[in-house]
């Protein structure tokens, strides 16, 4: 008989929900990580009294009332709602784009107005069929949107032209005609008081963890201590990369104090502009309605992932998609392996989609047991 009926590698989100539901049914788990903390990428790091978002800021976000209910056991959360600024070349817009964008893009004040202009610049765009990232923006904001507020950010986002990215990574842009800077629009949102870390560690409370592990250089010996692995690590890593590397995304933080209590009066300033190297600017503090006497700012870069480098996110595109397929039915075959979570299944999630993922995967796990 095995010591742990599972072996949970990577205290992310959907490792953590997974063990702690586990947990509670009467399972032994042991939860393991490669880095030197647990949480993943939701992980807070405080300084200067202030959680500082060591992997870029997380908002938690959901029309879900069952997932908002479920997280809100473990922590309470505040009333932060993200209503982001975009800087290009110096000048401030508001985002998502709504009335406030359009009176600073063009000095209209009525939704009417904001319209005509973005409907004339779509139709003089002349496009019909979008083929690229490009033309499909164009199509559906017209080119001052595009120009100022997409076409930079997004190239720096994906570290290539817009003109060679897919079509369908924009498949809508929303355009409101309001004057609203919520930039999500869904019913629960807001930030755990004291941080990530709270909600993994009451999710982890009385669970076995152990971290700076890393699973893979001892596989054999962790495959053999529990029946069944959760894996939510890189799904081509744990295969040895047999059919070829699978393409990620990686970013870079630049983490610094200032002197000051207030550096840029947000929580997210994202720059738009190709000549600034970074994305974006977060400012910590601005998550928990900070009073302190200093600042933490963080300068977010996008750059091309490699093997030395963290996976942050996959990049969706045919090719990619093919490669995964490959990886998904090589591991389909193993018994006691259960792949999940954003690098294990090779798709952009969000906080509520990878803890509904985990829960699901739970209820699976009892129906088949």
Request: with cysteine.
């Amino acid at each position: 008989m095995k010591e742990y009926d599972y072996l949970v590698v990577g205290a992310g989100l959907f490792g953590a929900v997974f063990a702690c539901e586990m947990t509670k049914k009467g399972k032994k788990c042991l939860v393991i990580d490669k880095r030197k903390h647990l949480g993943g990428n939701v992980y807070c790091k405080e300084i200067e009294g202030i959680q500082v978002h060591q992997y870029g800021p997380h908002i938690f976000h959901t029309n879900d009332k069952g997932i908002w209910d479920y997280v809100n056991q473990f922590a309470d959360f505040n009333h932060f709602i993200y209503s982001p600024i975009a800087n290009y070349k110096g000048k401030l817009y508001n985002l998502p784009f709504n009335m406030n964008t359009f009176y600073q893009l063009w000095g209209v004040t009525t939704p009417e107005e904001a319209q005509q202009i973005i409907e004339k610049q779509i139709k003089e765009s002349g496009i019909t069929s979008p083929k690229n990232l490009e033309e499909q923006a164009l199509s559906l904001a017209g080119c001052d949107v595009y120009e100022k507020l997409i076409k930079g950010y997004t190239e720096k986002q994906w570290g290539r032209p817009a003109t060679e990215l897919p079509s369908f990574i924009i498949k809508r842009l929303p355009l409101r005609y309001t004057f609203d800077n919520n930039y999500f629009n869904d019913r629960y949102q807001g930030i755990p008081i004291g941080g990530y870390n709270v909600i993994i560690e009451n999710m982890l409370k009385n669970i076995e963890t152990k971290t700076g592990v890393d699973y893979l250089e001892n596989k054999n010996y962790y495959d053999n201590i529990a029946n069944t692995v959760v894996y939510t690590g890189k799904i081509d890593e744990y295969f040895g990369y047999c059919f070829g590397e699978l393409e990620y995304r990686s970013l870079r933080f630049e983490t610094e104090v200032l002197e000051m209590e207030n550096f840029q009066g947000c929580a997210g300033m994202n720059y738009t502009d190709a000549e600034t190297p970074y994305t974006r600017i977060v400012e910590h503090k601005h998550f928990e309605f900070g009073k302190q006497k200093h600042t933490v700012i963080t300068k977010e870069y996008s750059q091309n992932w490699d093997r030395e480098k963290e996976a942050y996110y996959p990049v969706n595109n045919s090719v990619n998609q093919e490669l995964y397929t490959k990886y998904k039915e090589k591991s389909s075959a193993l018994k006691n392996v259960i792949f999940g979570g954003r690098l294990a299944e090779y798709r952009y999630y969000d906080m509520h989609q990878v803890i509904a993922a985990a829960l699901e995967v739970v209820k699976q796990e009892f129906k088949e047991k």
